[in-house]
């Protein structure tokens, strides 16, 4: 039997822009955490300086901080399981 040689290696330029492309999706997941993080915040202040008033508001953009996080890692995670199936289908 003859020995198996390794898939050919990608081009420099694909491996450049599959680089790219993870870096977009990290940012991309770091843009999210931060708008979920200004929510909290917003959520936050809300329920201390206006617990009356501005209670109902404050827990809904607690909430919508949630779903915002929780849609930005389900993203990210699923573009990262895009870009390692092309990797292994073209190298």
Not at 50 to 63: K, M, N
Request: net charge positive.
């Amino acid at each position: 039997m003859p020995p198996i040689s390794p898939p050919p290696a990608l081009p420099l330029s694909d491996q450049l822009a599959l680089q790219r492309t993870r870096l977009a999706n990290e940012r991309t997941l770091l843009t999210y955490v931060r708008t979920s993080l200004a929510l909290v915040g917003f959520g936050l202040t809300l329920l201390q300086f206006h617990p009356e008033r501005g209670g109902r508001l404050g827990y809904s953009a607690l909430a919508v901080a949630g779903v915002v996080l929780a849609v930005g890692l389900l993203r990210f995670r699923a573009h990262r399981r895009q870009l390692a199936a092309c990797q292994q289908a073209t190298g």
